[in-house]
């Protein structure tokens, strides 16, 4: 008979925080300036993340940072602003939408979340 892989436990410290922004996609987002892109139309930027986090909840009561990035990602991929700045920067990769979605998601978490 087999034993079940053991369960995994989360330290009590544990905030329950797992962004997938890791610091490389962090400095690339730097290196492609869309960190800057960010910072000059924050406002933008948030109310597509509060646009995301309203609908999101909506369906998930219990939400954490990667279930709001989902649906911001798909707004991402439809917003000309954000597809303009690709095309002028020839940032093909698919990526770029996932990576700057975590990016917003990061930088405005408590407030989305209420904390």
């Given at each position: ?16 925080n ?27 930027w ?63 978490w ?6």
């Amino acid at each position: 008979m087999r034993s079940s892989p053991p369960r995994l436990v989360r330290p009590a410290w544990f905030c329950g925080n797992e962004m997938a922004l890791t610091q490389r996609k962090l400095q690339d987002l730097k290196d492609a300036s869309l960190t800057t892109l960010l910072q000059d139309d924050m406002a933008a930027w948030k109310a597509k993340a509060k646009h995301a986090y309203t609908a999101t909840h909506a369906y998930i009561k219990e939400i954490r940072p990667d279930d709001v990035t989902a649906l911001l990602i798909a707004e991402l991929e439809v917003t000309p602003e954000f597809r303009n700045y690709l095309a002028k920067k020839k940032l093909k990769q698919k990526y770029w939408s996932e990576w700057f979605a975590e990016l917003i998601v990061d930088r405005v978490w408590s407030e989305l979340n209420g904390g």
